[in-house]
Structures are given as C-alpha cells and as structure tokens.
C-alpha cells in the first residue's frame, strides 16, 4: 500500500446500502424545508424523493416524507440528527420493503392520440387507478397512483401510446391497520 | 393600557432578565437602533472589538470560561458574514453563544439592499437553530428561547437576525417570570438499568480505560468534583481528548494525559489494548480515534453523551447512555457505593497487572524532548510558562497548530474552565479575541494566549481591544518563523517541500506592542526565557511576548495518518536510542 500523504484517514469498509422513507412532523414556518434538506445536503445523505405539504392546519403541522438510500448507520444518523432541529416534532424511520406500510407516488401523464389510441393507454394503466381528468378528441391527461417502479415502468410502456409530458410526485407513506405512528 | 417598549427595548429587556452582564459587539447601520438602547442599561457592559470574528471568539472565551452563554451583537452583511467562522468554531465545540444581528428593514428584505445579505440561510448549518425576526410581537418569545436553545442538552450557538423596523417597532413586553416557562424537553434518557449494566461491565474488567472529553466540561464544575470522585473510587486510569483538559487534575497519578494524534504513548496504547472504554462526553473525534477499523478492537465500549446523535456515529458501541454527565456519573457513584463495591480494592490484583503494563508505556516519557542551551525549545518555553504561572489560577488559550499541541501536552489543567482552544474547527485566530473574553468574565486572574506567529497575525487587531478595556492578557508567541504544523507535515508527507509555509516579513513584535501601546518583550536564550516569563506575568498590562523557538521541532509523539493507536511515533530521541538498540523499530 502507497504511504497515505493525508493527515485524515482513509475510508473503511462501506456496509450495504438500504432504501429507507424518513417520515418528519414539523411546524410549518418559514424556512423549515431549508433545514431539512439543508441538512440532507450539508452531510452528504441522498435525497431520491420528497414530498411535503401542511397535515394540520390548527396545529400548523407539515409532514415531510423523504425517500433515501444510505447504510444501517447513515439511515441511523438521518434520524438522530434530524430530532435535533428544532422545529422537527417527530421521525418515522421505516424500510421500503416494509409490509406495514404503504407507498405511494402520483402521476399525471399527458398523452397525444385518438380516443381509440387513448382508451388502449387507459387499459394499460388499468392496475393504478387511472382517472381521466381532462380530454379532448386528440389529447388526455390521465392521473395514475402506483409505486414508484410501477411508474417507472408506465411511462416506458406509454411512450409508444403517444405520452408526450409526465408530471410525478415524490412517494408519500402511511401505516397499515389502526395504529398510528408516534 | 401597558407601556410599550420598542424592539430595541425588548432586546435589553430579555438580556437583562437573562442575566447578561456582557456583550461584543460592532456597531453598523441595521444595528443602531439597539445600540441607541445600550446607554440606558448600565448592568450590561458593552466590549468593543475590531472585528466581528473577534467579537465572537471573544465571547466564547467568555462561554468556556465562565459558564455562562456569550453574547454578540453585529450590524448586517459582511457584519454577520464576519462572525461566521466564530459561529462553526462555537457549534464545532459545543460553546453557548447567542448572537444578534441587525436586518435591513423587512419591505428591502430580497431586494439586494445596501448591507443585505441572506444571514439566517449563510448561518443555518453552523448554528443549533436561528431566527429572522419578522412581527414585533415574536421578539421576546424568540430571545428567550435563543437563549434556551444556546444552552440546554448540547450546548451551541444560535442566531436572532432583527430587522431595523422591527428595532424600532413597538410592542409590550411580558416578565420571563409571567411567561409560561418554555417546556424543556428532558435530556436525560438513562434509567437506573443502564448504570446497573455499567457497573457490572466496570467490575468484570481487567483493563478498564475512562476517555473523557468537552462534555464534563459543558457539564458543569460540579461534573469535574463527581468526576473525581468516580476515578478514585475505581482506581481506572483516565485519559483527555483536547476539550476535555482540566476535568481532572493534569499532574493526579492516574491521569494518562491526553490521548488522539497527538497524545502520549501510553494514553494511545491504553486505548488500544483495553478490555472496557468508558467514554464520558467525548465524541470519537478523527484526531482521537486514528484508524477506525483498528480502534480499540479488544474493548468494550461505554458511551456516555448528552446528544444521542453522538453514540454510533464513528464507533459503534456495546452501552449508550444517554443524559447530562453530571447525573450519569451521580448514578453511577451511587450506585456503586449502595453495592459496596469498593472497585479500588477488590478490583486492585485485576487492574495491577494493567496498571504494571501502563507503567511500561509510561517510562518511555513520550513527550520527553531534546533541550538545548543555546536555542529555545518550545515545549521548554511552555513548561516553564507552566512552572512560573502554577501557583495562581491561571487561563490559558490557544491559537491552532504546533503551539497548541505542546500547550496541551506540557501545560497541566487542575481545574475546568481553564482552557480553552478551538479544537472542532481548528481556527487559526482564536486564542487572542478568546484571551480578551476570559479576562472580561475573570477580571484578576492570570490569562495568557499561547500562541504562534502566524496563527496571531490572524486576529491581531484585537490586542487594541486589550488595551481600549485594560485587559491584561498575555500573547505568548512561539515564534518559529513557519506555520508551524503545516510544515511538520510536509517535512514529514511532502518530501520537504516546505510550499508557502514560512512566515516571510514578519513585523517586529516588540515595535507592534508598542505601536498598540502594549508592552512588548522578547526571549531569544534559554537563560533569558525565565527572567523575562515573570517580567511578562509581572506587568498588569497587555504583553506580546516574542519567543524565539528552535525553527525545527516538530511536535510528538504522533500517529502517523491512517495508523492505529499502537503504532505511535515518537520523537527524536526515542527513535535514535531505538536505532542503537535495533528493538521497537516498528514503532517508527
């Protein structure tokens, strides 16, 4: 091994890497995102998708749901230092292949064709709950909700069936059964 | 109808009920308003210094020292841009430090006004929270919780950025007394389950080490007393990372010294061949862990922190324990004397043969150094500053590099609160403005900037500040002409290729003190060094000492990077008598 000329260590070995969704409470002020994902940024964790939106308006809540990949101890370390921030009420740490929970994401595709073209997209989306919300007799803009792959895969498959623009949400969660996370 | 109060107001009223008696500061246009207000508190002092980074060196000087948070006080812009490196050196070491900055008026904010700058977004990752301030109404919640933040569980600088407007605004304001206290939430995680478990791996263990760090610091005096109290009552060793220095007495028998890149040979090998590792408040730093992959790999770990997110960060560990060092080490003290485990005694045939190892690794006197009676060793120069400040209660600072290492191997802490040098950050600058800080919080005593020549020209401004307040600190300059560390390592790594490390046309440090109406003395020989230390101490004035020091020395011992804590190397001495005797050559 070459003579290391660093005065900081070299890096060890790495532990496998797992898909986690990091779900936070925080007040919704000013700037809170920033911290968050400022955060994420500021010690080099991964951000794959973000969702966030206001959960509770008496209370001024938001709920942020964050897909991210990192070893055991990165994941460790995301949730530790985000109970630190102060705005942070609390975290939901779990595993994407974790069965208690449900992922999903939302997609609107735009597709160009006749209805004949355009009711053959629909079919193919038949599994994820297509809604049509707008149409005309040469376009429609179909809604679909499905896991992320799931919508990976959809939109390859449709571009042969003329989708011509894709707008996607980040994944949101939501626990199994009758109990609540806390 | 009640008496309004302007922002400005407000902003004195929430320093006074926090019992802020000083402030550094440097006035500016976003500011003016508050420091209109400053005439009519007299209980709050104000210190002027000459550069914002000052400023906030300065009060985290007065942070460590005194215990209580600092406070600073700057205008917009590049007044807030200025204090950043002071804000990450303070969250880097975990010091209190509250810091208010004037905004230009809220109807310019995102307007690029004149001396407008994004300061709460520029100073969010090196702060544990901040505020802009944007309803006259939020001024007084936000100050007391800034305050609150700033100390509570780990503590931290914070930031309150209030724009002019809202200085002038008016509002009325509430007694902190009448106000709902601020929940806190509980820092304590522990249960008596946990020291139960401690106890019993403290029993088991032949090789027990204590690795203290900051945290017994940041804990309180009273952490340093039970602290002592635990040591004597196990009858461990206990070694120090840098922050943790005084937390127990520097010269006691079962001090190790410090530990880490650095630290003694015996603290390091210690650490490595252990069975049990108690670490109290420290936080496996890379200076103190070298390799982790062979870090301590025979031990057992013990890991108590106030910030959960310190335990497993670095080192995974076998107990965490979760709470205020204080009440952990109260547990444990309790506990083991409700068990009537007299570990001292009972445990005294396990640990002697340890004991008997670390006296092995202690004879080899690793911070011995050649001295010399025609040139001024450095570790010499602090070993005497230590010998002649010893008997009163003297502060030492330090700027960053090769000074601060032989500051902390060869000075010797009896008492918390005494030292303070910017280990985290590791910012060049520091000890100076920081000096000023401790004098202000501990007026009579003793304080003195050990320092290097290239490290003070950094935030040499500040020694006007000294004089304008009557602070008596001592700049203790070991001038060897060289950044002093930057050149070991490329002595050591860069083939001596010594690129832009040498200190070109340094001023003359007798003429500079007495341009700033200081007093300037100069050592040159080792025979003159003691004479001229106590003319220093002697003078109630500010003194830059000028130390002329051997331009060679390089500071050990050492580990070599990427090395664990067994494969030290030492210094010149050890490694020619190892060569005579050909053994331990794997140690170099």
Redesign the interface.
């Given at each position: 091994m070459p003579?290391?000329?660093?005065?900081?260590?070299?890096p060890?070995?790495v532990s496998k890497l797992e898909t986690h969704i990091i779900v936070v409470w925080v007040d919704n002020e000013?700037?809170v995102l920033?911290?968050v994902v400022?955060l994420f940024s500021?010690r080099g964790y991964n951000i794959e998708s973000l969702a966030v939106a206001e959960v509770d308006q008496k209370n001024n809540l938001s709920r942020i749901t964050i897909v991210t990949t990192g070893t055991p101890?990165v994941i460790?370390?995301i949730v530790?230092?985000l109970?630190?921030?102060?705005p942070v009420h609390k975290v939901g740490n779990f595993k994407r292949e974790d069965k208690n929970v449900i992922f999903k994401e939302m997609a609107l595709l735009k597709l160009i064709g006749n209805s004949a073209k355009i009711k053959k997209a629909l079919n193919a989306c038949k599994k994820f709950n297509p809604v049509i919300l707008d149409q005309t007799n040469k376009s429609a803009v179909i809604q679909i909700t499905a896991l992320r792959r799931e919508i990976d895969k959809m939109v390859k498959n449709l571009k042969s069936h003329g989708l011509i623009s894709v707008s996607r949400t980040g994944a949101v969660a939501m626990t199994r059964g009758a109990e609540i996370f806390n | 109808m009640p008496k309004l109060y302007t922002g400005a107001e407000i902003v004195f009223k929430c320093l006074e009920e926090q019992k802020v008696n000083h402030i550094f500061g440097y006035p500016g246009g976003a500011v003016l308003p508050i420091y209109d207000e400053l005439k009519n508190h007299t209980s709050i002092k104000h210190i002027l210094v000459r550069h914002e980074q000052g400023a906030g060196h300065a009060a985290e000087g007065y942070a460590r020292s005194s215990g209580k948070p600092g406070v600073v006080l700057v205008t917009s812009g590049p007044g807030a841009t200025n204090v950043v490196t002071a804000l990450t050196d303070a969250y880097m070491d975990s010091v209190p430090l509250v810091c208010i900055s004037g905004q230009v008026p809220t109807h310019l904010i995102g307007t690029d006004a004149f001396q407008e700058c994004d300061t709460?977004?520029i100073t969010?990752?090196c702060t544990?929270?901040n505020w802009?301030v944007?309803d006259i109404n939020d001024l007084q919640r936000i100050m007391h919780e800034a305050f609150e933040?700033a100390t509570t569980g780990r503590p931290g600088p914070v930031l309150v950025d209030i724009p002019k407007d809202i200085q002038f605004a008016k509002t009325k304001y509430v007694s902190l007394k009448k106000e709902k206290k601020i929940e806190v939430k509980n820092k304590n995680k522990f249960n008596q389950k946990d020291i139960d478990q401690l106890i019993e791996l403290m029993n088991k263990a032949s090789k027990p080490i204590f690795y203290t760090g900051g945290g017994v610091v940041n804990s309180g005096p009273k952490a340093s007393e039970l602290l002592r109290e635990l040591v004597a009552l196990t009858g461990f060793p206990i070694t120090s990372t840098l922050q943790g220095l005084g937390s127990y007495p520097g010269e006691d028998n079962q001090f190790l010294g410090m530990l880490g890149m650095h630290g003694t040979y015996e603290a390091n090998n210690a650490m490595h061949d252990c069975d049990l590792l108690i670490n109290i408040g420290a936080r496996f730093d890379?200076r103190i862990?070298?390799?982790?992959?062979e870090f301590s790999p025979k031990s057992k770990k013990v890991h108590i922190d106030i910030?959960?997110?310190s335990?497993?960060?670095i080192i995974k560990v076998d107990l965490a324990i979760v709470g205020d060092v204080t009440d952990v080490i109260k547990s444990t003290t309790k506990t083991l004397k409700k068990k009537n485990l007299n570990l001292e005694k009972s445990n005294k045939q396990k640990i002697s043969k340890w004991w008997q190892q670390i006296q092995k690794w202690r004879s080899k006197q690793s911070l011995n150094f050649i001295n010399s009676d025609k040139i001024i060793k450095p570790q010499h120069a602090v070993q005497r500053l230590y010998e002649l400040t010893k008997n009163q209660d003297t502060f030492i600072t330090t700027e960053v590099g090769q000074h601060q290492m032989w500051a902390a191997q060869h000075y010797k802490f009896n008492k918390p609160n005494r030292w303070m040098t910017s280990g985290g950050l590791g910012t060049m600058g520091y000890g100076l403005p920081a000096a000023i800080g401790v004098q202000v919080a501990n007026p009579k005593k003793l304080v003195v900037d050990v320092a290097g020549e290239a490290s003070i020209l950094m935030t040499m401004q500040e020694i006007s500040t000294a004089i304008q307040y009557n602070l008596p600190i001592k700049i203790f300059i070991l001038n060897n002409q060289y950044m002093g560390m930057v050149r070991q390592?490329q002595e050591l790594?860069?083939e001596k290729n010594y690129s832009e490390s040498y200190s070109e046309a340094l001023p003359d440090f007798v003429k500079l003190a007495e341009a700033y109406g200081c007093v300037g003395i100069r050592a040159e020989n080792p025979d003159e060094l003691d004479e001229k230390i106590e003319e220093m101490i002697n003078v109630n004035k500010p003194v830059i000492f000028d130390c002329h020091v051997d331009q060679a020395e390089n500071c050990f011992p050492m580990i070599p990077?990427?090395k664990p804590h067994n494969q030290m190397l030492l210094g010149p001495k050890d490694q020619e008598e190892n060569k005579i005797t050909g053994k331990g050559k794997a140690l170099v």
């Open positions: 003579k290391s000329k660093s005065a900081y260590s070299t060890t070995k000013a700037s920033s911290r400022g500021g101890e460790e370390q530790l230092q109970k630190k921030l102060v | 709460t977004g969010r990752p544990k929270h802009l944007k933040v890379d862990t070298g390799k982790i992959d910030d959960p997110s335990i497993n960060k390592w790594l860069h990077s990427g």
